[in-house]
């Protein structure tokens, strides 16, 4: 069968399925769970997996779901979903008890995930396709929680706080060739659909400051002020801002998860959490050290310590321009041209980035979506631009990929140019992990 006919098959499913994959995203809609939580919305996805004749394995990667083809040779590709949610507690819609919130849509993914499953799996168009399609829904996008991931991390459950960095570690894409997926994003400009996005990669930080207390009113030149020691460490950051490159997207950002104790003591212990972002990994590397070097010299401004815990956040993301290419042919039976943006410039972070260190991905934007995501404004406005159209966009892409002998995606694998071997990769993200004592 040639594409074009696989394709309307592909198509014709979707429109069957509609129903079912309209409320299977707004199911999960209503029952958001944060990173390393998501055990209903796992359970969800391999069920409507299942539903497709699939047979997924749970508990990857700690709350993942895979299921793989069963098919040996050719290219083998990976349509994918993130489980996670945010947390707004602002929003409407938002859990009551936990704030959890899908303020980033990623159920809307997980509804495309399915949509491309039903597309190419009850069709029987994945058997015709010259490579293997495997569905993978990812935990723990969202770099939120972190104590609780500490926990996990304690406890030896995960290694790695981000889905996509812990599936690599454990294996889960060892003999993967090439990643899809795609976000949705509050398109402006009359933009329906983004091929790709860029985005920074970022590594995340905690920040104890250590200084001495005293107490306030009778004796503060007895002590020595963590409140003030991160003052100056946030000034001093501020005035690095001059030095960071416009191209590189530097982003620099902070909150104070605890300032003092006791309003009558000169606070000891004040503590930070830190996410330094840019878009390529020289200068994210750059910015961390200037980061760094703000701390240690508040520290020793006023005689006191700090503590500084690196993780390995998110890699800068690269999306397969090919590939795109071909996101972009498909997008045009759906969309006007003014409509269809090929590259979005994004400097929010996106987990994928990670895969696009070693392998091709494709990470595209979709709309029907308005407000700010991450915030009390987030709504879905339309569920064909965000749930149906980006799944027939992503499974024409599929068959052209796999298709005539799996042709197109072994051109991507041979001209594909890694920034990182996925060794190299997992070398990094162990050089990131770092504890400081100034
Ligand atoms: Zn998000
Ligand atoms: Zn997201």
């Known amino acids: 069968m040639d594409a074009a006919r696989l394709k309307e098959l592909a198509f014709a499913q979707i429109d069957k399925d509609r129903d079912a994959i309209l409320s299977f995203g707004w199911d999960i809609y209503r029952h958001p769970e944060t990173g390393y939580r998501e055990t209903r919305t796992a359970d969800c996805v391999a069920k409507v997996l299942e539903s497709c004749g699939l047979k997924p394995e749970r508990n990857v990667a700690y709350t993942g779901v895979r299921a793989r083809s069963s098919r040996a040779g050719g290219p083998r590709l990976t349509v994918m979903g993130e489980l996670d949610s945010v947390i707004c507690r602002d929003h409407p819609d938002c ?24 597309a190419l799996e009850k069709t029987g168009v994945a058997a015709q396709l010259d490579g293997a399609v495997d569905y993978v829904a990812v935990p723990a996008e969202e770099y939120i929680e972190l104590d609780y991931r500490k926990q996990l991390k304690d406890a030896g459950k995960i290694a790695y706080y981000s889905g996509k960095a812990e599936m690599t570690r454990q294996g889960y894409f060892d003999d993967t060739d090439m990643c899809v997926m795609i976000h949705n994003w509050p398109m402006t400009g009359g933009a329906k659909i983004a091929a790709r996005n860029t985005g920074t990669g970022f590594i995340g930080k905690k920040v104890r400051y250590l200084g001495r207390q005293a107490h306030a009113g009778a004796a503060p030149w007895d002590g020595i002020n963590a409140l003030n020691m991160a003052m100056i460490a946030i000034n001093s950051m501020n005035t690095q801002r001059e030095t960071f490159r416009d191209t590189d997207c530097v982003r620099v950002h902070q909150i104070l998860t605890r300032a003092g104790d006791l309003l009558n003591s000169v606070p000891a212990e004040v503590d930070a959490e830190i996410t330094v972002r840019a878009m390529n990994i020289p200068a994210l590397l750059d ?57 979005f410039p994004a400097t929010a972070s996106f987990d994928m980035g990670d895969l696009s260190m070693f392998m091709p991905v494709l990470h595209s934007l979709s709309s029907g979506v308005s407000g700010g995501l991450h915030s009390a404004g987030y709504r879905v406005t339309d569920e064909e631009n965000a749930f149906i159209t980006p799944a027939k966009i992503v499974a024409a892409t599929v068959i052209d990929l796999l298709c005539d002998g799996a042709e197109k995606a072994k051109r991507v694998i041979a001209d594909f140019k890694s920034e990182l071997t996925r060794a190299e990769y997992l070398e990094l993200l162990k050089k990131l992990e770092k504890t400081i004592e100034y």
Request: charged share 15%.
């Open 95 to 118: 859990d009551k008890a936990t704030g959890a919130m899908h303020a980033c849509g990623h159920n809307i993914q997980l509804s495309v995930m399915y949509a491309v499953a039903c």
């Open 287 to 343: 910015a961390n050290e200037k980061v760094n070097r703000s701390i240690h010299g508040a520290a020793i401004a006023l005689g006191g310590h700090a503590v500084v815990e690196d993780s390995p956040g998110q890699m800068p993301l690269h999306s397969n321009g090919e590939m795109a290419r071909l996101f972009i042919d498909n997008a045009r039976a759906f969309y006007g041209d003014s409509e269809i943006v090929d590259c």
